[in-house]
């Protein structure tokens, strides 16, 4: 059965339907320049009491804000993107977080410590995901170890990614939304069972 992560939540009923959907984690966009991002304060408030893993998202953030997010929020996990993002998933592994090591374009797998999972996901310009744009599933190059996919995923794509590639989880969030932040609980259902299904 495949894990899933729905990702970009800004709202209390958008984490129950996440939850109530049976997805196995949720992530809260701490990055400044994303349509999903939310505060540090806000992030503890959603993530209160949530019986799934809990992960964080952050675009060239230090080592020391990320601590800091996690002691306030209570998180399971971090998804660091960006400048300071090797350091900082470092520091999340030793402090025994649930660790998403995104990766995309010509980076290099290989270079990923074990214990870390990998993010397979699409990112362009300085957009480092939920960018809605799916991956060239056909061209990827199917890692030797396990792995999450995201990119441009929903109800509609997620069998057929899962079915080319056999992740070990899937990952998704513009692709299951209303409006820029907004999840849409039909979409989220569809999705979580669409990938639980495989």
């Known amino acids: 059965m495949t894990w899933v992560k729905v990702c970009g939540l800004t709202r209390e009923t958008d984490v129950s339907a996440t939850v109530e959907a049976g997805a196995d984690a949720i ?39 990320v601590a800091e997010a996690v002691s306030t929020t209570g998180a399971d996990g971090v998804q ?50 939920g960018t809605g744009k799916p991956l060239d599933w056909g061209a990827l190059r199917r890692p030797e170890r396990p792995f999450i996919l995201a990119g441009g ?20 969030s513009s692709q299951l939304e209303a409006s820029p932040g907004v999840k849409d609980p039909a979409k989220v259902a569809a999705f979580v069972e669409e990938a639980k299904q495989r």
């Open 153 to 172: 995923l929903g109800p509609g794509n997620v069998a057929r990614a899962i079915e080319m590639l056999d992740p070990w989880g899937v990952d998704a």
């Open 27 to 65: 992530g809260f966009v701490l990055a400044e320049d994303s349509p999903r991002r939310i505060s540090v304060e806000r992030a503890a408030s959603l993530a209160d009491g949530v019986p799934v893993l809990r992960i964080l998202v952050t675009v060239d953030a230090t080592i020391d804000f």
């Open 80 to 129: 660091p993107h960006g400048v300071g993002s090797e350091a900082v998933a470092e520091w999340g592994q030793h402090a025994g977080l649930f660790v998403l090591r995104p990766v995309s374009g010509g980076e290099s797998i290989g270079t990923v410590p074990d214990g870390q999972m990998l993010l397979l996901d699409s990112a362009t310009g300085s957009r480092h995901g």
